[in-house]
C-alpha cells in the first residue's frame, strides 16, 4: 500500500512527521476499507488519484460507499471513470465520488457480469435516469441492456415521426482548425448525438427554446464524431460564451478542442440579433 502513502502525503494528509505514518494512514480506514483497498490495488482507483481536482477525503469517501453496499473489491476503473464523467455539470466544475445508491448497484451488475463497455453502460445508466425503473441487485445485467436498447429504439421511432421546425443558426459549419462545429437544429439532432456519443444532451433540448437560447453543435474531426459544445448568450455583452465542451461519453476535453470551442464562440453571432420568444 505503498501507492496510498504516496497519494495521502501528495495531497497534504499530515503524515509525514509522525513516527509511523503507515499506521497513522490505516487507521484512517476501517478494517474492512482497507482488505478491500488491499484486494483491489491501486488501478482500480486511478479515475480518483489522477483526478487533480478529487483527494484523499474522495478517495476515502468511495471506498466507504463500496464496504456500505457489500463490495468485495472495488469495480473497474473506466466504469468508476465514467460515473466521475457524469458529475461534472459543466466541464470547469467540481467532480464528485459521492454517487446514488442506483448508480452502485449498476456498477455491481455490470461487474458481475464480466466486461462491459463504456457505451454499453451508458446506455443502461441513461435508461435509468430517464425512466427511473427499479433497481435491485438480483437483477441481471444482460436484460437491463435489453431493456434498455428496447427504450433507445423506440425514443428512434418517436422521433423518426416528430416535426419540430428548427432552431435558429447563423450558419450550419464553423471550421476551427483541425475541428469542424456543425449546428444541432433539432430535438432529433440533439438525440442523434447522445446516442452516438454518450452525452445526454436531448435532455437539454429545453435550453435551445429558451430566450436567449443556447446552441449546441457536434464537433467532428478528421470526418469522425468526437463530441460536443454548448454556447450561451453572454450578459450584456452581445457575444456567445462558451458554457460547456465535452468529449465522448462526457469526458473532459483536450487543449486543442477546448481552445477549438472557445474560439468558435468568440466567431459567434451576436446574442442580441436572436428574435426574443413570443
Not at 478491500?36 to 490495488?41: C, E, F, P, T, V
Not at 491501486?42 to 477525503?57: K, M, T
Not at 461487474?111 to 435516469?129: K, P
Request: hydrophobic share 40%; aromatic share 10%; glycine share 6%.
Amino acid at each position: 500500500m505503498e501507492w496510498l502513502l504516496r497519494y495521502a502525503l501528495h495531497t497534504g494528509v499530515p503524515l509525514a512527521d509522525l513516527k509511523d505514518p503507515r499506521a497513522a494512514l490505516r487507521r484512517r480506514f476501517s478494517a474492512v476499507a482497507w482488505r478491500l483497498m488491499w484486494r483491489s490495488g491501486r488501478d482500480a482507483f486511478l479515475p480518483i488519484l489522477s483526478n487533480a481536482r478529487l483527494g484523499f477525503d474522495d478517495l476515502r469517501d468511495y471506498v466507504d460507499q463500496l464496504v456500505v453496499m457489500g463490495f468485495p473489491v472495488a469495480p473497474a476503473p473506466h466504469l468508476l471513470q465514467h460515473l466521475i464523467d457524469e458529475t461534472y455539470r459543466y466541464r470547469d466544475s467540481q467532480p464528485d465520488v459521492r454517487f446514488a445508491r442506483t448508480e452502485l448497484i449498476l456498477i455491481r451488475l455490470a461487474q458481475r457480469s464480466g466486461r462491459v463497455s463504456r457505451r454499453e453502460f451508458n446506455r443502461v445508466l441513461q435508461w435509468v435516469v430517464r425512466t427511473r425503473p427499479r433497481i435491485h441487485d438480483r437483477r441481471a445485467w444482460r436484460s437491463l441492456v435489453r431493456e434498455a436498447t428496447a427504450w433507445q429504439r423506440q425514443m428512434e421511432i418517436e422521433l423518426a415521426h416528430a416535426d419540430d421546425p428548427p432552431w435558429v443558426f447563423e450558419t450550419d459549419a464553423v471550421d476551427v482548425g483541425e475541428f469542424r462545429f456543425l449546428a444541432l437544429k433539432t430535438p432529433r439532432d440533439l438525440w442523434g448525438v447522445e446516442r452516438g456519443l454518450g452525452p445526454c444532451l436531448y435532455a437539454l433540448r429545453h435550453l435551445c427554446e429558451r430566450s436567449p437560447p443556447s446552441r449546441f453543435f457536434l464537433i467532428r474531426c478528421g470526418g469522425v464524431d468526437v463530441g460536443a459544445a454548448e454556447l450561451q448568450p453572454g450578459s450584456g455583452s452581445g457575444g456567445w460564451l462558451l458554457r460547456d465542451v465535452r468529449r465522448s461519453f462526457n469526458r473532459l476535453p483536450g487543449p486543442a478542442m477546448l481552445a477549438a470551442a472557445q474560439t468558435l464562440a468568440q466567431r459567434y453571432q451576436p446574442a442580441g440579433q436572436w428574435p426574443q420568444a413570443a
